[in-house]
């Protein structure tokens, strides 16, 4: 539940309310609550309003993951399709767009004006195999470039999965990262780390 709370709002709502207590107490003659209000609600209230303007929204399942496709996900998906939706569907701070670190590293980022953002994705049973598909707006980037980096992506998120790559009539991009249990050969020449899909750390961790 908390991976999906804005802690940006709770601390303006809290700071609201401390800080208004501050404000009746003060004309009411308790100086005690007076001090509460005005030296926690309102460093409450200006961290909260911080944290939502660097607050990064989480992306929508739609439409929502069936109970089978759940199942599925549990026995079959790789941990790097866990990360990417667990990272992706709870709110994040401190960064400008999701998988923008992934999306630079593949090349599919020139500027941060022609970089995809992420819309949306879903799950999907495709022939026994569980399917992440995240669905991109990218009207800068054709999706023949997409198509070019199709062998990159499924490299970058492997191993045990590979990448679909298609577009919708509304022109959007779908990557749809399939488990694949023949995908296991690490490629020569691709190194043994790779900038994480989505770095910045979780604040709810601490």
Not at 91 to 107: I, K, M, Q, S, T
């Amino acid at each position: 539940m908390f991976r999906k709370t804005s802690l940006g709002t709770v601390g303006v709502v809290i700071g609201l309310i401390l800080a208004a207590m501050g404000f009746w107490a003060y004309g009411t003659g308790r100086s005690t609550l007076n001090l509460v209000g005005f030296f926690y609600g309102i460093p409450i209230l200006l961290g909260g309003l911080a944290l939502r303007s660097a607050e990064l929204a989480p992306v929508p399942v739609t439409p929502p993951t069936s109970e089978p496709v759940a199942r599925l996900r549990e026995s079959v998906a790789t941990a790097t399709q866990n990360q990417i939706r667990k990272d992706v569907t709870r709110f994040r701070y401190g960064e400008d767009a999701h998988l923008a670190v992934a999306l630079n590293y593949l090349g599919l980022s020139p500027t941060d004006e022609e970089r995809p953002i992420l819309q949306a994705l879903r799950e999907e049973d495709q022939d026994g195999q569980y399917a992440l598909v995240l669905t991109f707006d990218s009207p800068l980037i054709p999706v023949d470039t997409w198509k070019e980096k199709q062998d990159k992506i499924g490299r970058f998120f492997g191993p045990n999965l590979r990448a679909e790559l298609s577009q919708t009539p509304t022109q959007q991009i779908e990557v749809a990262l399939i488990t694949d249990p023949d995908q296991k050969a690490r490629p020569q020449g691709r190194p043994e780390t790779r900038p994480p899909a989505s770095p910045a750390p979780d604040p709810e961790a601490s």
